[in-house]
Nanobody, 122 residues
């Protein structure tokens, strides 16, 4: 499966953005999907994940209550709605797909899209 992330940009603190991850190739609904981010000089961090059906989600502690992940399998797309953005949310955001269970470990995701940059100004 090929993944294409989009929707990044520059936003002021407190603002919102919605990222999209469009999939092509193999049947998208076969995969659990996640969002990760990597800030400059830091390790890649799990942000959110969603099961194949969209019935369950998982969030990193730093984004709980502010971010929401969803998917539309008919459109082969996963979304990340980001609200109440903070400067520390600034990072390159990546979407990834896993044929294994929903997890926070990046190593379990076998398919990755290119990143989209989110910059939050203070």
């Amino acid at each position: 499966v090929q993944l294409q992330a989009s929707g990044g940009g520059l936003v002021q603190a407190g603002g919102s953005l919605r990222l999209s991850c469009a999939a092509s190739g193999r049947t998208f609904s076969y995969y659990n999907t996640g969002w990760f981010r990597q800030a400059s000089g830091k390790e890649r961090e799990f942000v959110a994940g969603i099961t194949k059906s969209g019935g369950s989600g998982l969030y990193g502690d730093s984004v709980k209550g502010r971010f929401a992940i969803s998917r539309d399998n008919a459109k082969n797309t996963v979304y990340l709605q980001m609200n109440s953005l903070k400067p520390e949310d600034t990072a390159v955001y990546y979407c990834a797909a896993s044929s294994q269970g929903l997890a926070q470990r990046a190593a379990l995701y076998g398919y990755w899209g290119q990143g989209t940059l989110v910059t939050v100004s203070s």
